[in-house]
């Protein structure tokens, strides 16, 4: 059998302090703590992002339905058509202030979650 072989000291102190820098209790849960702030964190600029996606396309479509609203409302004097313009402008402002309640929700759950 070859003899064992002998590792250097200095390469067993560092490998030793690696471990205990990187295993250390604490720094297991301090960096637990930090990926899943920044998992939440994440998740909530995500949901932002979907929102204000939500947001133009509801933009398009009321824009485009008072479009055709106010072209037909000129056109024929009907007040059906006023009425579909209305309804395009509260359906914007419905959109709006769900927009605004996602990015709120979004900030205080952020906020509020430890972040380590």
């Known amino acids: 059998m070859p003899d064992p072989v002998i590792?250097?000291?200095?390469?067993v102190d560092i490998l030793n302090v690696i471990n205990h820098a990187t295993m250390d209790p604490?720094?297991?849960?301090?960096?637990?703590r930090g990926k899943a702030f920044q998992s939440v964190a994440q998740s909530a600029a995500i949901a932002v992002q979907d929102a204000t996606d939500a947001?133009?396309?509801v933009s398009t479509i009321a824009t485009t339905a008072a479009g055709v609203?106010?072209?037909q409302f000129i056109a024929t004097g009907e007040p059906k058509y006023s009425d579909a313009l209305?309804?395009?402008?509260?359906?914007?402002?419905?959109a709006t202030s769900d927009?605004?309640?996602?990015g709120a929700a979004a900030t205080q759950i952020v906020t509020n979650?430890?972040?380590g």
Do not use: E
């Open 7 to 11: 590792v250097n000291p200095q390469v």
């Open 26 to 32: 604490q720094t297991v849960l301090t960096s637990g």
């Open 55 to 57: 947001l133009r396309n």
């Open 69 to 71: 609203a106010l072209a």
């Open 86 to 94: 209305k309804q395009a402008q509260a359906l914007m402002t419905n």
């Open 99 to 102: 927009y605004a309640a996602v």
């Open 113 to 115: 979650f430890p972040s």
